[in-house]
């Protein structure tokens, strides 16, 4: 069975742009969960997706948004960038979304650098 | 709020010895905790995980134990091998949050 894909890997943009990062969840998972990683703060949790509702959003500014798919892929977005966003962006799937007890299997990450 | 401690933030060893990564969570409602070992340019892979039911959990030379009552959860390899040089993440999950709150890793290095 396939793993969690993302694409890109990587992505290079300059401060004020805006991007959209894609998430394919394992076959049959139905939440899908977004991480961002750096150096400084470590794993943060950005948000969760279930059946298309988004059910816990983590202390990030509106400008990092998402959304589901009734296939359950996944985007993350980040309007009018800065240098601060760059970081390894990381998505991950879980098979119920249960909400607790259930393991969650991540992706390769987008690496993000803002110019 | 939510929080997860993790220590060592680094930790070398020999080949062959064994290798302990502690980690401490606040939220006395987490009842998953997964561990997770995360190699250069790759996502983070899940190596062993404990229930709050259970005491401890062994998987070949992976070893995981968790003590509720102080909050402390505690990864365990024994015989290292220079394949498990990696960054080791531990997490924990509370029943309807949808998400893992981290610890800040562990780098550890296994010397041949």
């Known amino acids: 069975k396939a793993g969690v894909t993302q694409t890109p890997r990587y992505l290079i943009k300059t401060r004020g742009q805006q991007v959209t990062l894609s998430c394919s969840p394992i076959?049959?998972?139905?939440?899908v969960s977004w991480y961002q990683q750096t150096p400084g703060q470590g794993l943060q949790f950005l948000f969760e997706?279930?059946?298309?509702?988004?059910?816990n959003k983590g202390n990030f500014p509106g400008r990092f948004s998402g959304r589901q798919f009734s296939n359950s892929r996944s985007e993350m977005n980040v309007s009018t960038l800065e240098l601060g966003d760059s970081a390894l962006y990381l998505c991950?799937?879980?098979?119920?979304?249960?909400?607790?007890?259930?393991?969650?299997?991540f992706g390769p990450g987008t690496r993000l650098l803002v110019l | 709020g939510e929080n997860v401690e993790q220590h060592p933030s680094t930790l070398s060893v020999q080949e062959g010895d064994s290798a302990v990564i502690k980690c401490t969570y606040s939220d006395s409602a987490s009842n998953y905790f997964p561990w997770y070992k995360q190699e250069l340019g790759k996502g983070p892979q899940l190596i062993i995980d404990?229930?709050?039911?259970?005491g401890e959990k062994k998987d070949q030379r992976i070893a995981v134990t968790l003590n509720k009552t102080a909050k402390h959860f505690s990864l365990h390899i024994t015989e290292t091998q220079p394949e498990d040089s990696a960054v080791y993440f531990c997490?924990?999950?509370?029943?309807?949050?949808?998400?893992?709150?981290f610890g800040t890793g562990t780098r550890l290095k296994v010397l041949a």
């Open positions: 404990i229930r709050s039911n259970v």
């Open positions: 997706y279930f059946s298309e509702t988004q059910r």
């Open positions: 997490a924990a999950s509370a029943s309807g949050t949808y998400k893992y709150i």
């Open positions: 076959s049959g998972h139905r939440s």
């Open positions: 991950a799937s879980s098979l119920a979304g249960t909400g607790g007890q259930e393991t969650q299997y």
